[in-house]
């Protein structure tokens, strides 16, 4: 048959062609996925950029504690003194108290709360997001109303009237802003699960008798991480900012120091004494950014379309 | 036919309900398949054509048991697919397995080619733990790829090579029974006739059966024994290679010849070409007499009103058309 003849041509010189481009697959080392992906975050500068300004706070808050003793509410020194005053560092706030403690001891509770917010709401919107993705139909229908309940309350009035309720402890605080942070995270990975459930290797799993939780946690949650992960390390940043806000309306533990609370308690001064809410908020800042620019690493390194050739 | 049956298909029907509002039951339906019958023997290549939305594809996944099956039976030598439910159904789906389409979106792309190969080993335990290792570098040899290839990701590899670890995946199960999905319509024509051959390769050396499912009169003429027409979920005409492209007897099944183009003007030209006119009625509501009726050359009256039954002309050659007469003159056009 001259149709068979042809394909066969066509076929060998295919396979004559191939072997460059094959042999040049064959140089990338095949290492162990983990490995491969550390390699890819170490590249990319911005994420260790990141990784090493989060591991300095953590230092910060963790460790030079037990060095730096200052009681974050003892009266040190004269109100409002700037930074630069002996025994004062980074100046004092109103009562005289030292900055560099609340910076210090402080660190540790607003990371806390913005960690363990953060986690608390990936839980509860990755489990509503992935089963009303997956599930569809009366499922999908009943938690998405929830998810629509959540996310048309005033998110910061109702994370009070929780805290406000129970008495404001860094546990109810943290749960308060997980209550009401999810349903960003639900959304995301209900789309994401909608539109991979839907692609032919959800079928090919099916047909090779894959049961649905394994689909939905060994098939779909990992390609659905990418954006999910960025979303988590948003959800951190935010939840420390939301942890600040509610310490600034002064719906926190007053006995647990927190940069939140820092910046809550001197704002009448902002005009007078820009650092006592400045510095705090510097720190803010350096901690939510450097867990976002570790986010876009992680996200970059665990997609493997996005690895070289 | 002496030969055994392996896959035969009864009065298959796969009716999906339009999403509705609430919870409300569904009123409507897309009557996707509706009402099929059709034997594969064993060893054998049984083609399914037909234009976007003729059902042919869920036909495919209905068989699979991708879909819900509202009614008819499928079995698979002497096991009722339609019946199985659970850990059964899992355990038959050894037997058969599916290639499709789109060799980019059928591989994890966070698997490695080995892996994907593997799994269904694994899944649906597949010869010795110990073994599977060199099974899989055995199938990755006969697909037409290097072991070592084994350690790429998906996206590492060109589509034609996807396809290949589509097919080697599909056979890692030893399936009697490959259902193949339009596996070659997604690739470029030289890779095409790789698959093809592939396919070919492999079904003389493993003795597989394919339900191959195509729109590509070329490919289907190629590799298929046996090939069903399928238009708007039914099937309109059936036959052997041969017979059906020597002598098509369905109007529709000579208007899909007469679309295939063609570089040779004789052939362009002739004049007894049907060029279709429209689209294919709703399949929501799908009319009540012949499906064809609304776009066919030679309708008439009859035709809006009954719907014709297949029926066979020759032995291997059956149409559901009124006006085909009983020994094979298709219908003739009026001057």
């Given amino acids: 048959m001259g149709r068979n003849d042809m394909s066969e041509q066509a076929n060998s010189q295919i396979q004559a062609a191939s072997p460059s481009f094959e042999t040049e697959v064959d140089i990338l080392t095949i290492e162990h996925p983990l490995r491969e992906a550390a390699r890819m975050f170490a590249r990319n500068k911005a994420a260790v950029g990141g990784l090493i300004l989060l591991v300095g706070i953590l230092i910060l808050t963790l460790v030079v504690p037990f060095f730096y003793t200052v009681d974050p509410f003892d009266l040190v020194w004269a109100p409002l003194s700037p930074p630069g005053t002996e025994n004062a560092p980074f100046g004092t706030d109103y009562l005289g108290r030292d900055i560099l403690a609340g910076i210090v001891h402080g660190g540790s509770a607003t990371l806390a709360v913005g960690a363990s917010a953060a986690l608390l709401a990936v839980v509860i919107g990755l489990s509503v997001g992935s089963l009303a993705g997956y599930y569809g139909g009366w499922v999908d229908e009943v938690l998405m109303r929830i998810t629509e309940f959540f996310q048309v309350l005033p998110t910061l009035l109702f994370a009070m009237v929780i805290v406000a309720l129970f008495r404001p402890s860094v546990a109810t ?6 209550v009401v942070s999810w349903t960003a995270v639900a959304r995301l990975a209900r789309s994401e699960f909608l539109r991979i459930r839907s692609l032919d290797y959800i079928k090919a799993a099916r047909s090779i008798s894959s049961s649905n939780r394994r689909i939905i946690w060994l098939v779909i949650l990992p390609n659905a991480m990418p954006p999910l992960v960025v979303q988590a390390t948003l959800a951190v940043g935010g939840a420390i900012l939301f942890e600040a806000g509610l310490s600034f309306l002064g719906l926190s533990d007053p006995n647990v120091m927190s940069w939140g609370f820092m910046i809550g308690s001197s704002r009448d001064y902002l005009m007078d004494a820009w650092w006592t809410v400045t510095i705090p908020g510097i720190f803010i800042f350096l901690t939510v950014l450097s867990v976002s620019l570790i986010g876009d690493g992680l996200n970059d390194a665990t997609n493997p379309k996005l690895r070289e050739r | 036919m002496t030969e055994e049956t392996l896959l035969s298909i009864e009065n298959l029907k796969v009716h999906f309900p339009l999403k509705t509002r609430g919870f409300s039951a569904p009123k409507s339906f897309v009557h996707a ?3 099929i019958d059709l034997k594969i023997a064993k060893g054998k290549t049984f083609g399914i054509v037909g234009e976007s939305g003729s059902g042919k594809t869920t036909t495919a996944l209905a068989v699979m048991r991708l879909v819900p099956i509202t009614s008819g039976a499928i079995t698979l030598g002497d096991q009722r697919l339609d019946r199985l439910e659970g850990e059964e159904l899992r355990r038959a789906r050894r037997h058969m397995q599916i290639i499709f389409q789109d060799p980019y979106s059928s591989l994890n792309p966070r698997v490695r080619a080995g892996a994907i190969v593997r799994e269904p080993m694994d899944l649906m335990d597949v010869g010795e733990k110990s073994e599977r290792e060199d099974l899989v570098a055995e199938l990755f040899r006969q697909v037409g790829l290097r072991p070592e290839q084994q350690a790429l990701f998906p996206h590492q590899f060109s589509g034609g090579q996807r396809q290949r670890i589509g097919v080697a995946r599909a056979l890692a199960s030893q399936p009697d029974l490959v259902v193949c999905d ?11 006739a790789q698959i093809i051959n592939l396919l070919r390769k492999l079904q003389a050396e493993l003795g597989l059966t394919y339900l191959f499912i195509s729109h590509d009169l070329g490919v289907v003429q190629y590799i298929c024994d046996d090939i069903a027409v399928m238009y708007l979920g039914k099937i309109v005409e059936m036959g052997d290679r041969i017979s059906l492209f020597k002598e098509p007897l369905h109007p529709y099944t000579w208007a899909l010849l007469s679309a295939v183009p063609s570089a040779d003007p004789a052939l362009r030209d002739r004049a007894d070409r049907i060029r279709l006119q429209g689209d294919p009625p709703s399949p929501i509501d799908p009319p009540p007499g012949c499906g064809f009726a609304s776009r066919c050359p030679f309708s008439q009256a009859l035709c809006t009103m009954e719907a014709p039954q297949l029926r066979t002309i020759r032995t291997g050659h059956s149409v559901a058309c ?14």
């Fill in chain 2, 322 to 335: 009124h006006f085909v007469s009983d020994d094979g003159v298709p219908p003739q056009r009026k001057i």
């Fill in chain 1, 173 to 178: 605080v943290a749960f308060a802003i997980g």
């Fill in chain 2, 182 to 192: 339009e596996p070659v319509s997604a690739l470029d024509v030289a890779i095409q």
């Fill in chain 2, 33 to 35: 398949v509706d009402g």
